[in-house]
C-alpha cells in the first residue's frame, strides 16, 4: 500500500539519520568524579556535576580516533603516568577557546587612552625605559595577542625606539599551533579597526581567497608558548606591564583561582594592569589588587591604593564611572 511504502521510507531514514549521530558515552556519577578530579589537578579547571554531557561529547571524537569504546576504558589510559601526551590531548578536547580579535574593546581603549600616553610621558621623563612587555595569559588561536601587537606597532613603534614584545601562553596545543600561523577566516577580522586591518593584515587571493593573514611583522613581536596556569611557578620572564587572563579563571575554583591570581601577580610589575573578563572579580583575592575600572585591575602594595580621577565624559557612561587609577610613581 502507497501509506505502508511511505511509512518504511520514513523508517529507513530515521534509522539512517540514528546511525549517524554519536552513541551516548555512558559516565557513572563515580567515573566522572574520577575524571573531574584528573581535569582539576592537571589544570584547575573546576567541571560541576551538570557537566557530564559535556564530558561525553567533547571526549566522543577522541575515543572514536583512538578506538576506545567506553570513557572508562579512556581514563585507565589518562590516568596512568606515562599518559601525559594523551592527557594533553584531553585538555585540549575539554577546554574551550572562544576568542576574537579586540574582544572587550574598552580594554584596548584604555591601553590607548591612559596606558600608552602615560609610559610615553615617563619614558621623555627618563623614568622608565622605553620598553614594553604584555602577557597574554589563555591567549586561544592568538586574536588577542595580535589585537595587542597592533596597537603596539601603531601608537609605541619600533621607529621611535619602543622595545615591545608580548608573551602569549594557552594550554592547548592545537589553538596554539593555529595562532602561530597567523592565519584566518576574513569573517574573523570585522572587529580590527580599518586602519589597523589594511596596515597589518594581508587578504588571501586564489586558494586562499577568504582568509586574512597577519602580517611578518606583526607576527615577530608575539612569542607563543604552552604554559598551565594551574602549575607554577610558571617559566615566564618579566616583570610584565600588563597581563592578560580573560575568561580563564572564571573555570577555576576558589582554591585555583586565587592559587593562579597570586601566581601571576608575581610576574606583574608594580603598578602593572590585569585584565580579566566581565565574569571574573577579583575584588577579595588578591589585597595587592585595585579595581580601577570593570575588568581592569591595577597592581599595588600601597595600603590605601592609588589616587583617583575620573576620565572626561564617563559620567553618563555606568561601565566607565570607575576611576582611573593614577599613581605618584607612574
Known amino acids: 500500500m502507497p ?35 584528573l581535569i582539576y589537578s592537571e589544570t584547575g579547571i573546576w567541571l560541576g556535576n551538570s557537566k557530564t554531557a ?13 578506538g576506545i569504546p567506553t570513557l572508562k576504558e579512556y581514563y585507565e589510559l589518562v590516568s596512568v ?23 572587550e574593546p574598552r580594554q584596548f581603549d584604555f591601553l590607548v587612552e591612559q596606558a600608552f600616553p602615560r609610559w610615553s610621558a615617563e619614558a621623555t621623563q627618563g623614568l622608565r625605559p622605553k620598553r ?30 619602543w622595545d615591545a614584545r608580548i608573551f602569549a ?19 574573523r577580522s570585522e572587529g580590527i579597526p580599518k586602519e589597523l586591518l589594511r596596515k597589518f593584515m594581508l587578504r588571501g587571493f586564489a586558494d586562499q581567497q577568504g582568509r586574512v593573514k597577519i602580517k611578518v611583522g606583526i607576527q615577530e613581536m608575539v612569542d607563543f608558548a604552552r604554559l598551565n596556569l594551574n602549575q607554577s611557578p610558571y617559566p615566564v620572564d618579566g616583570p610584565f606591564d600588563v597581563i592578560l587572563c580573560r575568561n580563564v579563571l572564571i573555570y577555576f575554583n576558589a582554591e585555583s583561582r586565587k592559587r593562579a591570581v597570586t601566581s601571576l601577580l608575581g610576574h606583574l610589575a608594580p603598578n602593572g594592569y590585569l585584565f580579566v573578563g566581565h565574569a571574573e572579580n577579583l575584588t577579595s583575592v588578591s589585597t595587592q589588587l585595585r ?12 595600603a590605601t591604593g592609588p589616587s583617583v580621577t575620573v576620565l572626561e565624559g564617563t559620567e553618563s557612561d555606568p561601565e566607565r564611572q570607575r576611576a582611573i587609577a593614577t599613581s605618584a610613581s607612574r
Not at 555512558?26 to 566522572?32: A, D, G, K, M, T
Not at 561525553?56 to 572514536?64: D, E, H
Open 81 to 103: 603516568p606515562d599518559g601525559l601526551e594523551e592527557r594533553a590531548r584531553m585538555i585540549d578536547a575539554i577546554t574551550t577557546n572562544e576568542t576574537r580579535f579586540f574582544r
Open 169 to 187: 601562553t594557552d594550554i592547548s596545543n592545537r589553538v596554539l599551533e593555529k595562532a602561530r600561523h597567523g592565519i584566518y577566516d576574513a569573517t
Open 54 to 66: 559535556l564530558l561525553s561529547g567533547r571526549l566522543y571524537r577522541r575515543l572514536m580516533t583512538l
Open 291 to 302: 579595581s580601577i575600572e570593570p575588568t581592569i585591575y591595577v597592581k599595588t602594595t600601597s
Open 3 to 37: 501509506g505502508g511504502s511511505r511509512t518504511n521510507r520514513r523508517s529507513a531514514e530515521s534509522v539512517r539519520a540514528e546511525s549517524l549521530q554519536p552513541p551516548q558515552l555512558s559516565v557513572s556519577p563515580e567515573l566522572f568524579r574520577k575524571f573531574q578530579q
Open 132 to 161: 614594553v612587555r604584555i602577557w597574554s595569559a589563555g591567549c586561544a588561536s592568538g586574536e588577542e595577542p595580535y589585537s595587542l601587537a597592533m596597537l603596539l606597532a601603531q601608537y609605541l613603534p619600533a621607529e621611535q625606539g
